[in-house]
Nanobody
Framework: QVQLVESGGGLVQPGGSLRLSCAASGSIFSIVTMGWYRQAPGKQRELVATITNSGSTNYADSVKGRFTISRDNAKNTVSLQMNSLKTENTAVYYC?????????WGQGTQVTVSS
Protein backbone atom coordinates (compact mmCIF):
# COMPACT_ATOMS: atom_id res chain seq x y z
CA GLN A 1 0.00 0.00 0.00
CA VAL A 2 1.17 3.48 -0.93
CA GLN A 3 -0.45 6.72 0.14
CA LEU A 4 0.15 9.96 -1.76
CA VAL A 5 -0.63 13.49 -0.58
CA GLU A 6 -0.22 16.48 -2.91
CA SER A 7 0.27 20.07 -1.81
CA GLY A 8 1.27 23.43 -3.25
CA GLY A 9 -1.63 24.16 -5.56
CA GLY A 10 -3.37 27.50 -5.67
CA LEU A 11 -4.07 30.62 -7.70
CA VAL A 12 -1.30 32.25 -9.71
CA GLN A 13 -1.14 34.91 -12.43
CA PRO A 14 -0.04 34.08 -15.98
CA GLY A 15 3.74 33.98 -16.14
CA GLY A 16 4.00 33.09 -12.47
CA SER A 17 5.37 29.99 -10.78
CA LEU A 18 4.16 27.27 -8.43
CA ARG A 19 5.87 24.28 -6.86
CA LEU A 20 3.82 21.15 -6.24
CA SER A 21 4.93 18.48 -3.79
CA CYS A 22 3.83 14.89 -3.32
CA ALA A 23 4.61 13.01 -0.11
CA ALA A 24 4.60 9.21 -0.33
CA SER A 25 4.15 6.83 2.57
CA GLY A 26 3.68 3.09 3.01
CA SER A 27 5.58 0.62 0.82
CA ILE A 28 7.72 3.33 -0.72
CA PHE A 29 10.57 0.98 -1.63
CA SER A 30 8.26 -0.77 -4.10
CA ILE A 31 7.78 2.36 -6.20
CA VAL A 32 9.35 2.18 -9.66
CA THR A 33 8.20 5.44 -11.23
CA MET A 34 6.48 8.55 -9.95
CA GLY A 35 4.77 11.18 -12.01
CA TRP A 36 2.45 14.13 -12.28
CA TYR A 37 -0.75 14.10 -14.33
CA ARG A 38 -3.41 16.75 -14.80
CA GLN A 39 -7.04 16.96 -15.80
CA ALA A 40 -8.66 20.16 -17.02
CA PRO A 41 -12.44 20.65 -17.14
CA GLY A 42 -13.96 18.73 -20.05
CA LYS A 43 -10.69 17.00 -20.91
CA GLN A 44 -9.10 13.62 -20.24
CA ARG A 45 -6.35 13.17 -17.70
CA GLU A 46 -2.92 13.58 -19.31
CA LEU A 47 0.70 12.98 -18.41
CA VAL A 48 2.74 16.00 -17.36
CA ALA A 49 6.05 14.50 -16.22
CA THR A 50 7.52 11.28 -14.81
CA ILE A 51 10.71 10.32 -13.00
CA THR A 52 12.14 6.83 -12.45
CA ASN A 53 14.08 5.43 -9.50
CA SER A 54 17.29 6.10 -11.41
CA GLY A 55 16.34 9.73 -12.01
CA SER A 56 15.36 9.53 -15.68
CA THR A 57 12.69 12.08 -16.58
CA ASN A 58 10.03 12.41 -19.24
CA TYR A 59 7.89 15.46 -20.03
CA ALA A 60 4.87 16.30 -22.09
CA ASP A 61 5.88 18.43 -25.07
CA SER A 62 3.71 21.30 -23.87
CA VAL A 63 5.66 21.73 -20.61
CA LYS A 64 9.24 21.08 -21.73
CA GLY A 65 11.52 23.91 -20.70
CA ARG A 66 8.98 25.30 -18.22
CA PHE A 67 8.29 22.46 -15.76
CA THR A 68 10.85 20.41 -13.82
CA ILE A 69 10.18 17.17 -11.92
CA SER A 70 12.52 16.10 -9.13
CA ARG A 71 12.83 13.57 -6.31
CA ASP A 72 14.05 13.67 -2.75
CA ASN A 73 14.45 10.04 -1.72
CA ALA A 74 15.45 10.94 1.82
CA LYS A 75 12.14 12.73 2.33
CA ASN A 76 10.09 10.36 0.12
CA THR A 77 8.78 13.23 -1.97
CA VAL A 78 8.48 14.17 -5.62
CA SER A 79 8.05 17.77 -6.72
CA LEU A 80 6.98 19.64 -9.83
CA GLN A 81 8.38 23.12 -10.33
CA MET A 82 6.12 25.01 -12.74
CA ASN A 83 7.41 28.23 -14.29
CA SER A 84 5.97 30.57 -16.92
CA LEU A 85 2.49 29.31 -16.20
CA LYS A 86 -0.24 29.79 -18.78
CA THR A 87 -4.01 29.95 -18.39
CA GLU A 88 -4.33 26.66 -20.25
CA ASN A 89 -2.30 25.00 -17.47
CA THR A 90 -5.31 25.35 -15.18
CA ALA A 91 -6.24 21.85 -14.00
CA VAL A 92 -6.32 19.45 -11.10
CA TYR A 93 -2.84 17.99 -10.78
CA TYR A 94 -2.47 14.41 -9.54
CA CYS A 95 0.54 12.56 -8.18
CA UNK A 96 0.96 8.94 -9.33
CA UNK A 97 3.17 6.17 -7.98
CA UNK A 98 3.78 3.15 -10.20
CA UNK A 99 4.70 -0.19 -8.68
CA UNK A 100 5.45 -3.39 -10.58
CA UNK A 101 1.93 -4.70 -9.95
CA UNK A 102 -0.29 -1.61 -9.73
CA UNK A 103 -0.44 2.15 -9.47
CA UNK A 104 -1.63 4.57 -6.80
CA TRP A 105 -3.06 8.07 -7.15
CA GLY A 106 -3.16 11.06 -4.86
CA GLN A 107 -6.32 13.07 -4.29
CA GLY A 108 -5.23 15.93 -6.55
CA THR A 109 -4.49 19.60 -6.01
CA GLN A 110 -6.09 22.48 -7.91
CA VAL A 111 -3.90 24.81 -9.95
CA THR A 112 -5.61 27.90 -11.33
CA VAL A 113 -3.77 30.32 -13.63
CA SER A 114 -5.75 33.52 -14.02
CA SER A 115 -5.33 37.28 -13.99
Amino acid sequence: QVQLVESGGGLVQPGGSLRLSCAASGSIFSIVTMGWYRQAPGKQRELVATITNSGSTNYADSVKGRFTISRDNAKNTVSLQMNSLKTENTAVYYCKAELTSRSYWGQGTQVTVSS
